[in-house]
């Protein structure tokens, strides 16, 4: 898997969007951008990746940039609830990542 | 569907005694994987499966066995339990578009 370079943290004000940006720019043609995050001491939760393409579903979305070395996840309308560990993974395979630190995001009222 | 399931939660060991992580998953995915979360760290692949009858290791796999006899069970070993494996221990399926689903996780404590 490619190194991955996020923040260490991240404030955002509860209703506004919330960008997170992860660098990547050894990533391979092959290797797909994975964003997951962990509330608490939970599992980590799936949120969305993309090869080349932007995405979006319900939770958010991934802008990719045309170079593919770097990218940035948007949740739209943050909520307290979003507070949370948030991982960028740029990896071929979803059954074998590599977790890195990740950005805590803290959202507030 | 439950998704994946872990037990026990919680466990608390002595150092040299052995114990199996339970894991399993009602989604039919082919692929499981293991992982290890140390205070402040990410999570680490400890060992994965492409299938029933097929276990691979992954970054830190010393101190650990898997089998994988069935789609939905993947059961993790300590052979010989040490304080260095007291971690949070998760363990995932991954479906065909590519999520990974991770269980609640295992709380493991080896004094």
């Known amino acids: 898997d490619a190194k991955t370079t996020q923040p260490t943290s991240m404030d955002c004000a509860e209703g506004r969007a919330a960008n997170l940006p992860c660098n990547h720019s050894?990533?391979?043609?092959?290797?797909?951008v994975y964003w997951y995050r962990q509330i608490h001491s939970q599992g980590p939760q799936y949120i969305i990746h993309g090869l080349k393409n932007n995405e979006t579903n319900e939770m958010a979305s991934l802008i990719i940039t045309e170079d593919r070395k770097s990218s940035t996840l948007i949740l739209p309308h943050a909520t307290l609830r979003d507070t949370a560990v948030y991982y960028c993974?740029?990896?071929?395979?979803?059954?074998?990542?590599?977790f890195g630190k990740g950005t805590l995001l803290t959202v507030n009222p | 569907n439950a998704g994946v399931t872990q037990t026990p939660k919680f466990q608390v060991l002595k150092t040299g005694q052995s114990m199996t992580l339970q894991c399993a998953q009602d989604m039919n995915h082919e692929y499981m994987s293991w992982y290890r979360q140390d205070p402040g760290m990410g999570l680490r692949l400890i060992h994965y499966s492409v299938g029933a009858g097929i276990t691979d290791q992954g970054e830190v796999p010393n101190g650990y066995n898997v089998s994988r006899s069935t789609t939905e069970d993947f059961p993790l070993r300590l052979l010989s339990a040490a304080p260095s494996q007291t971690s949070v221990y998760f363990c995932?399926?991954?479906?065909?578009?590519?999520?990974?689903?991770f269980g609640p996780g295992t709380r493991l404590t080896v004094l």
């Open positions: 993974i740029a990896g071929g395979s979803n059954y074998k990542l590599t």
């Open positions: 050894t990533i391979s043609g092959n290797e797909y």
């Open positions: 995932a399926s991954s479906s065909p578009n590519n999520e990974q689903f």
